[in-house]
């Protein structure tokens, strides 16, 4: 079933590529936006010191690291400027995934944007559930530090708990929590489940069936290599000319293009397995919602009106003389 699964991912990557050039595209220019704001904000203050150029060309880590003092109020002014355009993305994301899900169901070729006008408002409700839950996630972790830190102090413990626990508890958690997304959003729209319901079905859904964490797990290896390979390249390769610079950047977006395939293969197949269970599953829930059959009436309205059965005549009897002689 794993790998019929990631199979069907494969297919719909190679079956459906607008739609990973629509998530590009789309991906694309939410981060243009971002960039545009940052850009300027980040210019306005390298500006001065005359490293605009020697930046833009290659990552210095300890230029910046010498410079990292005139950002302070820069990053300020950044979230400042950002505040509407990330709740932008998250809501995108959420409603895009939706869509994603409707049109990779079943055998069917089904319209993406169809799937975004019918289920983006159940997809946003559902999406700020898991808001809730991340803030749960947030408080989780910072508990655990907290007690990690009155157990063991010092330097090796500040080194364990900010580089080593921390990175490895927040990032495992806020996977499962991104799997439990996955199928409650895919509960909303294959089964039509309302909102409460899908959330709950999502979050039963890694515990009741490991598949669906190790394919998961298959899709979110590569996809973490595609996110971080652009950050690679920035940081190894020095582009000194235009076209060095342009042409590092057209390699970093066929490394997002790819990337959105993979998100594309990784919904297809988790699609794929839901779907396949829920045929396996279905004889069970038919079995358990099947009412019993009424047991006939014996007495009242019941017996009255219920036919009486046909007994032959025993031979010889009257009823069976006034039979042959009606029938001469």
Do not use: C
């Amino acid at each position: 079933m794993l790998a019929r699964s990631f199979s069907a991912g494969l297919r719909a990557i190679r079956k459906r590529p607008g739609l990973a050039v629509l998530l590009f595209a789309l991906d694309l220019a939410l981060a243009f936006i971002l960039s545009l704001v940052a850009a300027a904000v980040i210019g306005g203050e390298l500006a001065p010191t005359g490293f605009s150029e020697v930046l833009a060309r290659e990552f210095d880590l300890v230029l910046w690291a010498d410079l990292s003092d005139e950002f302070g109020a820069a990053v300020g002014t950044i979230l400042q400027q950002l505040v509407w355009v990330i709740p932008l993305w998250m809501l995108w994301k959420a409603i895009a995934h939706a869509g994603l899900v409707h049109a990779l169901r079943g055998d069917a070729v089904r319209s993406f944007w169809q799937g975004v006008g019918r289920y983006a408002g159940r997809a946003v409700l559902l999406a700020l559930l898991y808001v809730l839950a991340l803030v749960g996630v947030a408080v989780v972790v910072g508990v655990v530090v907290v007690v990690f830190n009155l157990v063991w102090s010092g330097e090796v413990a500040a080194f364990w708990s900010n580089f080593v626990l921390v990175p490895t508890l927040l990032i495992t958690l806020l996977a499962v929590l991104d799997l439990m997304h996955d199928y409650s959003r895919i509960a909303l729209v294959v089964d039509e489940r309302k909102v409460l319901k899908a959330f709950t079905t999502g979050v039963a859904w890694p515990f009741r069936h490991g598949q669906a964490s190790w394919l998961y797990w298959m899709w979110f290896l590569p996809g973490l290599v595609l996110v971080l390979l652009p950050v690679w390249l920035d940081m190894t390769f020095a582009a000194a000319t235009t076209f060095g610079i342009w042409g590092l950047f057209m390699l970093q977006q066929v490394v997002l293009l790819t990337r959105s395939a993979v998100t594309v293969g990784w919904i297809g197949s988790e699609t794929a397995l839901y779907e396949t269970i829920r045929m396996q599953e279905a004889p069970l829930i038919a079995e358990e919602d099947e009412a019993p059959m009424p047991a006939p009436a014996e007495s009242g309205a019941g017996a009255d009106t219920a036919v009486p059965s046909y007994e032959p005549p025993e031979p010889g009897s009257d009823a069976d003389t006034s039979s042959g002689m009606a029938t001469a």
